[in-house]
């Protein structure tokens, strides 16, 4: 077994106060980390009643990310204050996105965990196939993950459900942001999901033989980053 004093834990959570809590009761000496999901939905709902759903909000989101990432979440909260709001909702986004900043802006270490990534690459392919086999039903429904090595140099997980499926069209544009097939969809899981396996040296893919036949998605890395 590990020795105690060498093990090192990371907690990712949503933001919600009693999940910090009960974890920090748990694990007191635990690294909480800021669900990289969660964050950028924020930044996506000011973008989008800022700047509608334009080429201006995607670049102000992904370098709004990425100045989060280098840990220059001063720096980002300073913008939001600087923003000018064009109507009630956009203030009512770019205070809510403040203020979620600020409370957890000691949560934001993301350059120091790239494995944390992955966690939230993986967690967002989970919940898909998890609401695609809701909105299928299938009399058995299942979802796997599959660990392989294509190689010495990469290794690949792969995600796989039997829910609703994939469009054929669909699939060149299923990591584009702002492209949803929910109902309550906002576009931007898979293409931060994309985004991220990029960052980290490898890539995100997604194969379905078309509605009502399941999907999988496969995401591959290289071994040393």
């Given at each position: 077994m590990i020795p105690e004093d060498q093990v090192r834990l990371c907690v990712v959570g949503?933001?919600?106060?009693?999940?910090?809590?009960?974890?920090?009761?748990?694990?007191?000496?635990?690294?909480q980390v800021l669900d990289y999901y969660h964050c950028a939905e924020y930044l996506h709902k000011v973008a989008k009643v800022h700047d509608g759903a334009s080429v201006q909000a995607l670049q102000w989101v992904e370098a709004t990310l990425t100045r989060l990432y280098l840990g220059h979440v001063v720096a980002v909260l300073g913008g939001l204050r600087r923003m000018q709001a064009h109507s009630e909702a956009a203030a009512k986004a770019i205070n809510n996105c403040w203020a979620y900043l600020d409370e957890h802006r000691h949560r934001t270490s993301y350059r120091q965990l790239r494995k944390h990534k992955v966690l939230q690459i993986l967690v967002n392919l989970i919940s898909n196939a998890k609401h695609a086999l809701i909105m299928a039903h299938p009399l058995q429904p299942w979802l796997t993950l599959r660990l392989v090595q294509p190689s010495a140099a990469c290794v690949?997980?792969?995600?796989?459900?039997?829910?609703?499926?994939?469009?054929?069209?669909?699939?060149?544009?299923?990591?584009?942001?702002?492209?949803?097939?929910?109902?309550?969809?906002?576009g931007f899981g898979l293409h931060s999901s994309a985004l991220a396996a990029k960052?980290?040296?490898?890539?995100?893919?997604?194969?379905?033989?078309?509605p009502g036949c399941g999907a999988t998605f496969r995401l591959e890395l290289p071994l040393r980053t």
């Open positions: 949503d933001g919600a106060s009693w999940i910090w809590k009960y974890i920090h009761s748990l694990f007191p000496q635990a690294r690949a997980v792969e995600v796989s459900d039997n829910g609703v499926g994939i469009e054929r069209e669909h699939l060149t544009r299923i990591f584009a942001y702002g492209f949803t097939t929910k109902p309550d969809g906002h960052e980290l040296g490898g890539t995100l893919t997604a194969s379905s033989e078309g």
